[in-house]
C-alpha cells in the first residue's frame, strides 16, 4: 500500500532564518547544530524547544564586512563620521547559515541566538540577516 502525501493545508509550514555568525574558530555543520540547539534549550526549555522544528539547511563561509576587511592593528576607519579605532585582538571567523524553523516561532528562535556570547568558551556573535519562505529565496537575497 502506498503510503499518501499530506495535503498542502495539513502540512507544517516552515520559515527560513538566514544567520549572519561571527566567531573565533570556524564552525563545522554539527558544531553549529549543537551551539543552536544549545541556545534554545538554554533559553526557552525542552518543551519549548522541541516545537521549533529546528533544522540547519545550508552553511557558508563568508568574507568579512567592507568595513573590516584589510584593516591591521591601530587603523582609524570613518563610519557615519564617527572615528573608530580598530583593534584586532583575534582572529574572526565569518559564516552565514540557511536554519529552517516552524512559521510563528521565528522571533523565539532569533532571542534565543542572539542571547548567545560564548560557545565551548569562545566568543560567538549570531544575527538573523532575514527571514524568507524558501531556501531558494533566502539564498537569492540574503547569500548572494
Not at 502525501?5 to 553549529?32: C, H
Not at 567592507?66 to 576607519?77: A, G, P, V
Request: glycine share 2%; net charge positive; with cysteine.
Amino acid at each position: 500500500m502506498k503510503l499518501k502525501i499530506l495535503p498542502p493545508t495539513l502540512r507544517i509550514k516552515n520559515r527560513y532564518l538566514v544567520l549572519d555568525i561571527k566567531s573565533e574558530f570556524e564552525f563545522s555543520k554539527n558544531e553549529l547544530v549543537l551551539a543552536i540547539w544549545d541556545a534554545c534549550i538554554r533559553f526557552y526549555g525542552e518543551c519549548e524547544t522541541s516545537s521549533f522544528n529546528l533544522w540547519l539547511m545550508r552553511l557558508y563561509n563568508s568574507s568579512p564586512p567592507i568595513w573590516e576587511q584589510n584593516l591591521t592593528e591601530n587603523d582609524e576607519i570613518t563610519l557615519n563620521n564617527l572615528n573608530i579605532n580598530y583593534k584586532s585582538n583575534f582572529e574572526c571567523f565569518y559564516q552565514k547559515a540557511i536554519l529552517k524553523c516552524r512559521r510563528n516561532s521565528e522571533d523565539k528562535v532569533r532571542a534565543s541566538l542572539a542571547t548567545m556570547s560564548l560557545y565551548k568558551g569562545k566568543k560567538i556573535a549570531i544575527a538573523t540577516i532575514g527571514i524568507s519562505g524558501s531556501v531558494s529565496s533566502s539564498k537569492h537575497k540574503f547569500i548572494n
